[in-house]
């Protein structure tokens, strides 16, 4: 029995900080089936949101569909004591800017900020975008309802502020529909550099589109898989010099798959089957499909972490299509090939996401590590005021996710005893008081 005891105490040191938070399944079983219907058939019911549609009409083009979403972002605000600030956040761009900008147009984003209660200035992001198109991307006039593309995703950005601001975090959340998508990003790329400008700290953006799919033009039909798209590093640095550098130490230590946007693609995926086990989420290692590109996309331009939550098998004859039948075929992004049930999964693996982050302390800035020609990983990082402790992870080198962890406390710097530094990838997490993580910092720092 002497023995049994120290190992019974080391067991709860062990799980001292995997424990999950009732909290988070409670904002699961929060999400509104009945909400997300209510609010993509409103968006579908505007006729179209093409970017250069009518902005005067209070009821058809994309004027009226952002006059709306702030209306309801402000309902909420009322409705959690003004915890909201809702605000428009504009965008010029001239005629001619593209192939797709046929005239001026003024593009606009909605916006809505949950303030954090300790760390008010660091922001996690939930987008949906609210343009819409059909076959010919300059027809603004056309009837474009856009119904999963993109009006889930936007209907998920509300739904989630519904739900997550009658809760408090210590980290600033932000609900946004972003416009310009379908001309060429521009409400994306307004954001992000307003974001710049405000000098916010992201910790992520997590963009929504088309989130309301399950039956895929090839034929299958999947209610529990999504997929993750982010890219392996940031795009932002430009200087030759520091490129060049930056792969040289790729090259010999690691690190071409474990970019800040790569981060918290695992984040989402490690939350969901925390939280959410019957889902079945997919680590895409790519920025976006195929020689495509979305509205996270601008914030990876300048440096931020951002990624891309969408279904996982598309029917293309309901995507930037004309309404029409052919061959027996209905063709159009209308209300009817909705799956709701599947939208709110995914909207809810959102609000988890966030909710999460928002209740994490900050991440280590320096993690550096160390261990070449021994039999022990070392790592040592900064230490982060908020964190009750840390997290060391690691995998294998092909593994996609980290699935080792050691948990310490009142530590900066520990010893893996054992685990070779050349067999596995490394990185470290803080912890919060209430067992919250930050994400997953890889090493940028090596220790000699």
């Known amino acids: 029995m002497k023995h049994l005891i120290p190992l019974f105490l080391l067991l709860l040191s062990l799980n001292a900080f995997t424990q999950t938070d009732q909290k988070i399944y409670d904002i699961v079983d929060a999400i509104s089936e009945e909400n997300l219907r209510n609010d993509v058939k409103k968006l579908a019911d505007f006729g179209t949101r093409h970017t250069l549609s009518d902005t005067i009409s209070a009821t058809r083009g994309i004027g009226a569909a952002r006059r709306w979403i702030k209306s309801e972002f402000d309902n909420i605000s009322k409705d959690c004591n003004n915890c909201l600030n809702v605000f428009y956040q504009n965008n010029f761009v001239e005629k001619g800017t593209n192939q797709r900008i046929v005239k001026d147009v003024n593009v606009v984003n909605v916006v809505a900020i949950q303030k954090g209660t300790k760390y008010p200035n660091r922001f996690i992001i939930m987008s949906g975008d609210i343009d819409s198109r059909v076959t010919d991307p300059n027809d603004f006039t056309s009837d474009a309802p856009g119904a999963n593309d993109n009006a889930t995703g936007m209907a998920g950005a509300m739904e989630a ?11 600033s959340i932000i609900y946004v529909g972003l416009s ?4 060429g990003l521009f409400g994306g790329q307004g954001l992000a550099k307003y974001a710049k400008e405000q000098n916010w700290d992201i910790i992520g953006v997590l963009n929504n589109d088309m989130i309301g799919n399950i039956s895929g033009v090839d034929g299958v039909i999947d209610n529990r898989t999504f997929r993750i798209f982010s890219e392996p590093i940031t795009t932002a ?48 290692y790519r920025l976006d499909r195929f020689g495509r590109g979305g509205h996270h996309r601008p914030f990876n331009d300048i440096g931020f972490a951002g990624l891309r939550i969408m279904e996982a098998h598309e029917n293309y004859t309901q995507q930037h299509q004309d309404i029409r039948t052919e061959n027996s075929i209905n063709y159009g992004d209308t209300f009817e090939h909705v799956n709701f049930p599947y939208c709110k999964k ?53 593994s996609p996710t980290w699935d080792n962890s050691r948990y310490v406390e009142n530590e900066t710097e520990f010893t893996l005893n054992g685990i070779v530094i050349d067999n596995s990838l490394f990185g470290v997490a803080s912890v919060g008081e209430n067992g919250h993580e930050s994400v997953v910092v890889f090493p940028n720092k090596i220790m000699r």
């Open 161 to 171: 502020a519904r739900v997550l601001s009658q809760y408090k975090f210590e980290n």
């Open 346 to 398: 995914l909207t809810a693996v959102n609000a988890i996401t966030m909710a999460s982050l928002a209740s994490a302390p900050p991440a280590p800035t320096e993690v550096g590590i160390g261990g070449i020609v021994e039999a022990s990983a070392k790592l040592k990082w900064s230490k982060v005021d908020g964190a009750k402790g840390y997290k060391i992870y690691w995998r294998d080198t092909t």
């Open 237 to 284: 640095e430009t200087d030759p010099e520091i490129l060049t550098k930056q792969n040289t130490t790729r090259r010999y230590y690691g690190g071409e798959v474990d970019g800040i946007s790569r981060q918290l693609a695992r984040y989402v995926y490690k939350t969901t089957k925390t939280y959410m086990p019957e889902m079945n989420p997919m680590l895409v």
């Open 180 to 183: 310009g998508e379908e001309q």
